[in-house]
C-alpha cells in the first residue's frame, strides 16, 4: 500500500490530527446521490490518488474517487460519510487529483450528531464548510472553527463531478467520565485522542503515523525523518488522550531495518496553560520519563522497569537518536 506522503504546502492541521474519515479506523461512505462513474467508497482510500491511462470500465474512464454522472436536471450531488469517531473537526483536504475536465465547480460540508444508526430525513445538518470554489487536479485545504463533535458529515458537490480524496483532521471525542482509574489505557492512541503537538522534521513520514492503531503496514506507514548531517536529535511531542500516569512504552519499529533510530528517550510534562507552539520550548526542559534505551531493527520495544516516575503527565516529548523511522509508539497508563 502506498501511504500519503508529506504536501510541503499542506497546513498545520494534516500534520497533527488524525484523519477521522479514514476507512481504516472505521470511516464509511454510507449513501451517495450518485456514483454511477466511480464509487463513493473510493474517495475515502488512504493511498493517495493515481492515474492509470487507458484504463476503462463499463461505465467509461476509471476514476480514482467518488464521481457522479453528468446531471441533466436540477439540483446537486451529495455524499453521506460516517466518521471514524464522533470528533471535533479541525480542517479538510477536498482533494481533486487527476479530475480536469469533470471536478465539481463548488462544494459544501455539513455535519451532524447522530449517536446511534445513521442519518435519517429528519437529521438536523449544520453547515461547516460555505459553498467553496474548486479547482481541478488540486488539494483544498479548508479550516474549520467549529467546536461540535459530529459523526456524519455530508459533502454536496454542485452540480455533479469527481472528488478524489476527501480527508477529515480532527479530534475524536471520546467521553472518559465513567472510565477506571486502574485500568491501563494506550494514552497515546489517536483514536482516544492523543494528537501530535509538533515535530522537528517529517521528511519521509507524518508523526501522526505513530499514534495510529495496530503495527505498521510498511516503511511509509510510519514517521521517517531525513538523514540527519548536523549535531542533536530528532523529536516529537505527543498531547496525550488524558492526563494519566505512564506504566508501560512500546516503541515499534516496524518495517525499518536501514534507517531505525540508534537509540530512544522520552521525556513527560503535566502541562497547564500556555499554547501548543510554547510547548516546543519548554519541552527541552521536561523530566526524563525513559532515558536512553538502545533499540534494534524491525521489532516491538517494551519499556516497564525503565521508567522514571514523574507523576500524572499530560504531554510527551519523544527524542530519536539521532533521525531515522518509527512505525507506532504506545504510552499505556493509568488516568490521573
Known sequence: MALPTLDPNAPDFTRRYVNLADPRLGAQALAASDDFFAPKERMLNPEPAVFIP?????????????E?????????DWCVVKLARAGVIRGLDIDTSYFTGNYPPAASVEGACVPEGDPSAATQWVEIVPSTSLNGNSHHYVDVAN????????VNIYPDGGIARLRVYGQPHVDWSGASRTELFNLAATENGAYVVAANNQHYGVASNILMPGRGENMGDGWETRRRREPGNDWAIIALAQ???????EVDTAHFKGNYPDRCSIQAARVTGGTDSSLVTQAMFWPMLLGEQKLQMDKQHVFESELAAPGPVTHVRLNIIPDGGVSRLRLWGTLA
Open 54 to 66: 487507458g484504463k476503462y470500465d463499463d461505465n467509461g474512464k476509471w476514476m480514482d474517487g467518488w
Open 68 to 76: 457522479t454522472r453528468r446531471k441533466r436536471t436540477t439540483g446537486y
Open 147 to 154: 467546536e461540535t463533535a459530529y459523526t456524519h458529515l455530508r
Open 243 to 249: 492526563p494519566g500516569v505512564i506504566r508501560k512504552i
